[in-house]
């Protein structure tokens, strides 16, 4: 194979192009874009040099240089993990959920997939003038609702109002405490190479139920969002492999794609998945397909990646599998040490390819 | 999924790839453009040339509907969505692509009001919905979507919405591939046609590059199979000394194409005198403008636009990609100065484009391949 690119490609040009894209990519990336645009919300790689380029090291905190879904705080000898998430999605309500339903899970996720157990929420509400009273009591019962399922209080809140058009409806920011579990020590930087990758359940299905829901694309199809606590399915893991368990992250904007990549990078890891495994509802394949869009990098609600060192690997993927939601968990692929920071996948020929961040929202084809 | 997954069977394409191996002749190297964006962004999804011997090379075309839209159709955009009281309506691939003094993205960041839809018809639909602004579709692609930017025009003239109009970049297949087929540096031995313009335009379209120029070019689909079995057919009328045109993509594209849809290309679109591409220069009969019935319903008549020529970065070598005259890693800024991120040229930004498609799918692969 070697001697066939080489003759071919013009080998050492062509591979040391590749190494300085290689180098440029492990490079901690710079904030340098003149104004914000769409891109650096999207998840994708502008959305990295914001994080990484820009309020990472201006806050500069060891736990917000862990990168992980929610910060470690110890106080008075108490483990404890914080996070916080804005909710800005349009339209509030879509088939499976709506916006006061994913500002509870999505907090509360944050915290499970740091091996936190929930403990309490605020909530924060920006609300649009001229906002329909009834559609705000449906998302505060919504709210109310899932942090009665996902056994959290909310403690503490703040209301806003704004002018007409100055928000959408409504956006919502909650903020989540948790206790550290001690079951399982778990961390970005603890995946290791032989690790299996872990998928608690099919994919895309928010992010498609959300562009149906806005109905640019004129498709009907039943795909609902997949918005629910996470905090069950960790649970089970923890108690069936928790020792055995690296690390674990809500597979949100960006998609597993995404989460796999921060992570690959963040352990300094090769991750290879093997596309054909990535458990996909037959909705949701059809309308990416029809789109263009792969839904690996679709958002998801209620779906997260696990790294589970080989020994624990199948009493994770049996506990995933028992716990709501995680019936078509599956094994989707494996930690190598190099190529570092890559996530690769195996193509259904026996070739492999990158995975890499989008560099913003996933476009649809256009012909 | 089905007839989805039958064009992804791992078994098939290893039997297609080993017929194409004995087609080849030892230490005989075979050079086959593949014209369409598309079929570029399968090649590498699906590391189809991994799959190939090492005799026969493919050549990526210029077959990327937001690849070739030079600079100045960019800035002219831009300079449309700037204007008081105007909404630009454009394919989300558009977003991202650099004119000289930034993208429509950056220029929706500053407050111009752009606005990604799906289809022209989406377009429409806001001029509708919005009858105190101006809605200007800003139209790009070959002959496959031009029918439906064609249609969206007649209903606008039909329900006679007036704050809609079109500004038309729509282009045309065939003057680019006798461009390319005229140059004599670009040794083809053979051509992958494109499926969708096909769809339209019908195979019998690509007559001229067999009769004319004696090249093979098999028209085809967009799964990995459908490529494979077209490259076979390409193989073996080169292997046989035949030329023809032959239709892979027989499920969906026609000998004579889809006559409704060049109806209403005719009614609608006239060919302009000349058009711009990126990279390539002016080619004469090579694009679409408004039809003179269709006049009201023209941006470039309804708004005063620059229409200047505006030259590439001296350091973008897009037009050589689109030519297949280099590989996108010989491009001098290739991963350096351009990158998904922060491109310089068009083919960086397209998921289509070859360099997206070779910096976001195959670097890996090549470069263990090429160390190991």
Redesign the interface.
């Known amino acids: 194979m070697s001697e066939r690119t080489a003759t071919r490609d013009g080998g050492g040009r062509e591979r040391r192009i590749r190494e300085i894209v290689a180098t440029a990519r492990g490079k901690r990336p710079r904030f340098r874009d003149e104004i914000v645009t769409m891109a650096h919300g999207a998840g994708g790689k502008a959305s990295q040099t914001l994080i990484e380029g820009l309020l990472e090291p201006a806050f500069g905190s060891a736990a917000l240089a862990e990168l992980g879904d929610a910060g470690a705080v110890d106080a008075g000898g108490a483990a404890l993990a914080l996070t916080t998430d804005s909710f800005v999605v349009r339209p509030i309500r879509f088939p499976g959920g709506s916006i006061g339903e994913l500002a509870v899970n999505g907090t509360v996720n944050d915290l499970a997939v740091s091996a936190a157990r929930p403990l309490a929420l605020t909530v924060s509400l920006v609300l649009e003038e001229g906002l329909e009273s009834d559609a705000l009591r449906a998302e505060v019962e919504a709210m109310a609702s899932a942090a009665g399922a996902a056994g959290v209080e909310v403690v503490a809140g703040d209301t806003k109002v704004v002018e007409r058009g100055r928000c959408d409806s409504m956006y919502v920011c909650t903020t989540g405490l948790g206790a550290r579990d001690g079951r399982a020590s778990v961390g970005t930087r603890a995946i290791a190479p032989g690790d299996r990758v872990l998928v608690s359940g099919p994919v895309g299905s928010h992010g498609t139920a959300i562009m149906l829901a806005r109905d640019d694309l004129g498709l009907d199809a039943d795909v609902r969002s997949d918005t629910r606590s996470l905090w069950p399915a960790v649970d089970a893991l923890l108690d069936a492999a928790g020792p055995h368990l690296r690390c674990m992250r809500d597979a949100t904007r960006g998609g597993v794609a995404s989460a796999l990549n921060e992570l690959a990078r963040a352990s300094a890891v090769a991750v290879t998945v093997r596309e054909r495994e990535v458990p996909v509802d037959p909705p949701v394949a059809a309308a990416s397909e029809l789109l263009g869009i792969d839904p690996m990098y679709i958002a998801n609600e209620g779906v997260m990646v696990a790294f589970v060192a080989p020994e624990g690997a199948d009493a994770a993927l049996a506990a995933l599998r028992a716990s709501p939601g995680g019936e078509r968990a599956a094994v989707v692929g494996e930690v190598a040490d190099d190529p570092p920071g890559m996530v690769l996948v195996e193509t259904p020929f026996g070739g492999s390819r990158v995975m890499d961040l989008l560099a913003g929202d996933p476009l649809p084809r256009i012909c | 999924?089905r007839y989805?997954d039958e064009f992804?069977?791992?078994g098939l394409?290893?039997a297609l790839a080993s017929r194409i191996a004995s087609l080849v002749e030892p230490g005989r190297r075979r050079k086959l453009m593949e014209v369409c964006g598309?079929h570029t962004h399968t090649i590498?999804?699906?590391?189809?040339d991994?799959?190939l011997p090492?005799e026969i090379?493919l050549v990526h075309g210029p077959g990327c509907?937001?690849c070739v839209i030079p600079m100045g159709r960019v800035d002219d955009a831009i300079a449309i969505a700037g204007r008081d009281g105007v909404t630009l309506a454009c394919?989300?691939?558009m977003?991202?692509v650099p004119g000289s003094a930034g993208s429509l993205?950056?220029a929706?960041?500053?407050g111009a009001d752009v606005r990604v839809?799906?289809?022209p018809l989406?377009a429409l639909r806001i001029a509708r919905e919005e009858p105190g602004r101006e809605v200007v579709f800003f139209a790009?692609?070959?002959e496959?979507?031009a029918p439906s930017t064609a249609l969206t025009l007649r209903r606008a003239r039909a329900e006679g919405v007036a704050n809609f109009s079109c500004f038309c970049n729509h282009v045309l297949i065939e003057p680019p591939l006798r461009a390319l087929l005229d140059s004599p540096d670009l040794d083809l031995d053979g051509l992958i046609g494109p499926g969708?313009?096909a769809t339209i335009i019908g195979s019998d379209a690509f007559g001229f590059v067999a009769a004319e120029y004696g090249r093979p070019l098999v028209v085809s689909g967009f799964e990995?199979l459908d490529l494979l079995r077209s490259i076979e057919m390409a193989m073996l009328q080169i292997a046989e000394g035949r030329c023809a045109v032959e239709n892979q993509y027989g499920r969906v594209v026609a000998g004579p194409g889809n006559a409704a849809a060049l109806a209403v290309i005719d009614e609608v679109f006239a060919p302009r005198p000349t058009f711009e591409w990126r990279g390539l220069g002016f080619i004469d009969s090579s694009a679409l403008g408004l039809a003179d019935d269709y006049a009201d319903l023209d941006a470039e008549r309804r708004f005063p636009l620059a229409g200047a020529r505006v030259a590439d970065p001296r350091e973008c070598q897009c037009g050589e990609v689109l030519t297949g005259a280099i590989?996108p890693?010989?491009c001098r800024v290739?991963?350096?100065a351009c990158?998904?991120?922060h491109a310089i040229g068009t083919c960086m930004v397209?998921?289509?484009g070859a360099c997206a498609a070779y910096?976001?799918?195959?670097?890996?692969?090549?470069?263990?391949?090429?160390?190991?």
Do not use: C
């Open positions: 999924m989805v992804r069977d791992a394409a290893r598309g590498y999804r699906y590391a189809i991994e799959l090492a090379e509907p937001v394919f989300g691939d977003m991202r993205q950056e929706s960041a500053a839809v799906y289809s989406d790009i692609g070959f496959t979507t969708h313009v990995p590989k890693w010989e290739f991963g350096t990158t998904p991120e397209s998921p289509e910096y976001n799918y195959g670097r890996h692969t090549r470069q263990r391949e090429a160390v190991g």
